[in-house]
């Protein structure tokens, strides 16, 4: 919880905090997840522009896509002293291949990627503050069953960690609100012509068509099913809230689909989010998403840590595992697991603009 007092006096009273930590940020800024991985990186940047004078010291490296990146990341990373913790990429299968070295080394992983597995492997040095898949596709499927009044499920999902993940929970949700999936298939993220499986998908006998893709892919199955005049409403995950998405397609394209995602910076709603807004159109020239906020929340909640005094992992593990912080996109605690973030949102474009309104907003469905 903020206590700027406390803050202050901490600062004070650490002789530490003259000398700023070194805080590596670890993210794909190349590759098929550059645009969440970019975001994921200007959320902390502007988290860390935002700390105290002195107090921390960014260090950003490229992950690009595999995982043998990340680890040769870390590695060469810690070879140069002790740190007391990582901004930890979002990509699940990079996420998988750190968590034992985070293990050994006693390193808390601060991550907003969406695989659910993270979480879930008994690691106590995994912190997630972007909805897992447990969260979110419970949102996903039930906004369409709910909502939308659909019963007859079409899927499309990518055949990264982060896909099948999610594709998983979205049948699990779906059986459990009394709804079939009549249609699922993966695709790799380098295919370039969607054309077939929408057919398919759309000869399923679906009412609804739910995508769970990275952004690139997303993209390319809005403007095709708005080519191929395919009726089906889509209720689209996360990576289409991006305004970089959305960027790559026509405003007439995305009317009516929708999106569930962990919040939408774009869509306003309270002052500190117009702020952050503001802040970070002013440090990076464009519009964030969740992923740069979820990243931004998780890297403030460090700093505070960092700024009342902890500086080994073991002490910011403590600090994460048993702490709260008030963040701009939500509150966020540790459910013992590691997974900090509670709360989704359900997103819908107009096809007048890119910029999409929040109808729906579910919280605590990751509990039990």
Not at 214 to 225: F, K
Not at 231 to 252: E, F, N
Not at 255 to 263: D, F, I, N, T
Request: hydrophobic share 50%; aromatic share 6%; glycine share 10%.
């Amino acid at each position: 919880m903020r206590l700027l007092a406390a803050l202050v006096l901490a600062l004070v009273a650490t002789p530490a905090a003259a000398d700023p930590v070194r805080l590596p940020i670890l993210v794909p800024v190349t590759g098929f997840l550059s645009l969440e991985g970019t975001s994921q990186r200007n959320g902390a940047l502007l988290a860390l522009k935002q700390a105290p004078a002195g107090l921390a010291m960014g260090e950003v490296v490229d992950t690009a896509t595999a995982p043998e990146n990340a680890v040769n990341a870390l590695l060469r990373v810690l070879d140069q002293g002790p740190v007391p913790a990582i901004v930890a990429p979002m990509l699940g299968t990079q996420m998988l291949a750190l968590m034992p070295t985070a293990l050994e080394e006693k390193l808390p992983l601060l991550t907003v990627s969406g695989t659910a597995s993270l979480t879930e492997q008994g690691n106590p040095w995994v912190f997630r503050f972007f909805p897992s898949d447990k969260l979110a596709k419970e949102a996903h499927v039930r906004y369409a069953v709910e909502q939308m009044g659909k019963r007859k499920l079409a899927l499309i999902y990518q055949t990264t960690a982060y896909g099948q993940s999610g594709a998983a929970y979205i049948a699990a949700a779906a059986k459990r609100h009394g709804a079939s999936l009549v249609f699922s298939e993966g695709i790799d993220t380098d295919v370039k012509d969607l054309a077939p499986i929408l057919g398919r998908a759309a000869a399923s006998g679906a009412d609804v068509l739910l995508l769970h893709l990275h952004a690139g892919s997303t993209a390319l199955a809005i403007r095709q099913v708005a080519a191929l005049g395919i009726a089906l409403p889509v209720v689209a995950g996360s990576a289409l809230h991006q305004p970089a998405t959305a960027a790559l397609l026509d405003p007439k394209e995305l009317k009516g689909v929708c999106a569930e995602s962990g919040a939408s910076p774009v869509s306003g709603g309270s002052p500190r989010l117009d702020r952050f807004l503001a802040d970070y159109r002013a440090a990076f020239g464009t519009d964030p998403d969740a992923y740069a906020l979820a990243q931004y929340d998780g890297t403030q909640m460090l700093l505070d840590i960092l700024a009342r005094g902890a500086r080994t992992g073991e002490q910011v593990q403590a600090a994460l595992a048993t702490g709260q912080w008030d963040g701009v996109a939500m509150h966020y605690a540790s459910d013992g697991h590691g997974d900090m973030a509670h709360s989704a949102v359900i997103l819908c474009y107009d096809g007048l603009t890119r910029v999409p309104k929040i109808v729906q907003q579910y919280d605590g469905l990751d509990a039990g």
